[in-house]
């Protein structure tokens, strides 16, 4: 007897900040036979692998990897290798997942100091260079893209100013990897973290990251405590300054990387058999092009919504291009809405989190997910939806005023 029915899952539209769907090269990639990970042809892969996420990453980093796990994976793996118990962490807030820096760091043993401001802001860089001076972390710790508000934090001047005072930053650019610039080298970021299931379009389950020769200095540094030997003699161990984790020991998963292979966890070769062709897509498409990309479906969508009436969240001068916030009419049941596009049109949009819950839907444009029909057929059903609801909207208005932004886009020198 059949007890369980042949997995079927139902084609949907998905307009959140992650997990977004899939291009169907990928798809196709993650169903290739599998190769030994030791397997030459599979190293090479990885090699490759690297280089384009040195790409992506615009940086000349030796590092730049998979770990494999969620992005929280990459997040704990810097955070874990850099953090020494009593080191002092700043953490900038602006959002739910600054909190998770902190959570994060606390938990490597950190002394935490954040600084916070208005959700639906960031902070002006000039004020957490003061917070730095003023508070002299060993290290800063920041989110780029809070997919929780959806504003985006500037961080050239952050990143020189770190420079400039030996400290070492690191960055969450789990949302933003692949969907905007991230310059790496350029903004002076000494790590930064990636996320595959966002603009990347990759399933969940790797997090890409790169660092500079400054993290890995510390981390061999531990690495040296660890195993009692210093350049010039032996030390004697402290396990206090040990790193926490063999998961994710950054020293051994650079062992793994590097040609010598060092044997640590067994990889998920399917999933780098993904990623790698998620970034060939990137990287087909060109960087700048994708940018572009993502940036007009978001006025496409901006429009459409301001055309029936919505209000978005918080300051435009910081929107993220990739998420767009809008403001629940105060009538209306929020996830009614969102269970009632689901349902009937297949169009899944997120909720939010905190202080937000019940006041904001937040919709992703990004990666595969990121395309014209679905913007269209996205604001078609929230017209239709939301009268059911009691929102009182401009009908008939969306589509034309997102086609208008499509038509401009079209234009040679739009
Ligand atoms: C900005 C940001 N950081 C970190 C994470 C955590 O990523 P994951 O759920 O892949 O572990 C997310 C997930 O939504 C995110 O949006």
New binding site residues.
């Given amino acids: 007897m059949k007890r369980y029915k042949d997995l079927s899952p139902s084609p949907r539209i998905i307009l959140t900040?992650?997990p977004v769907e899939v291009d169907p090269r990928v798809s196709r990639a993650l169903s290739y036979p599998m190769l030994g990970q030791f397997d030459p042809e599979f190293t090479a892969l990885m090699n490759e692998t690297m280089q384009m996420l040195r790409e992506l990453f615009r940086t000349s980093n030796r590092w730049a990897f998979p770990v494999d796990g969620?992005?929280?994976?990459g997040?704990e793996a810097v955070l874990t290798g850099l953090i020494e118990p009593g080191d002092r962490v700043l953490v900038p807030i602006f959002g739910r997942?600054g909190y998770?820096l902190a959570e994060i760091a606390e938990r490597c043993g950190a002394e935490v100091v954040t600084i916070e401001t208005e959700w639906g802001t960031v902070f002006d860089p000039g004020e957490v260079i003061d917070a730095i001076d003023r508070l002299k972390p060993d290290l800063i710790a920041i989110?780029h893209?809070?997919?929780?508000t959806g504003r985006m934090q500037p961080l050239e001047a952050i990143g020189r100013a770190c420079r400039e005072r030996e400290l070492l930053l690191i960055v969450?650019a789990?949302?933003t990897i692949g969907g905007v610039p991230v310059e790496t080298d350029a903004w002076q970021l000494d790590a930064v973290i990636g996320?595959t299931?966002?603009c990347l379009s990759v399933p969940?389950g790797m997090?890409p990251i790169t660092y500079n020769d400054r993290v890995e200095a510390k981390l061999m540094r531990r690495k040296r405590i660890e195993k009692g030997i210093q350049p010039d003699g032996y030390i004697e161990k402290d396990p206090s300054l040990f790193i926490r984790s063999n998961y994710l020991d950054l020293t051994q998963l650079q062992d793994y990387w590097s040609p010598q292979r060092l044997n640590h966890h067994t990889e998920a070769t399917a999933m780098l058999y993904g990623l790698r062709e998620g970034l060939r897509l990137v990287l087909e498409e060109g960087l700048e092009e994708r940018f572009a990309r993502h940036r007009l479906h978001e006025r496409a969508l901006v429009a459409g919504l301001e055309a029936m009436g919505l209000t978005r969240y918080g300051d435009d001068s910081c929107k993220m291009p990739v998420v767009t916030c809008v403001c629940i009419p105060s009538n209306v049941d929020g996830e009614a809405v969102r269970s009632q596009l689901l349902a009937d049109f297949g169009i899944e949009i997120a909720s939010s989190f905190g202080p937000l819950k019940g006041q904001i839907w937040r919709i992703g444009t990004m990666g595969y997910s990121c395309r014209k029909s679905n913007i269209l057929l996205g604001l078609a059903a929230l017209e239709a939806v939301l009268p059911l609801h009691g929102a009182s909207i401009v009908p008939g208005a969306a589509i034309s005023a997102a086609l208008v932004i499509y038509a401009e886009g079209a234009k040679p020198d739009a």
């Fill in positions: 900040p992650g969620t992005s929280r994976s997040l997942f998770l989110v893209g809070e997919t929780s969450d789990v949302a996320g299931q966002k969940s997090s």
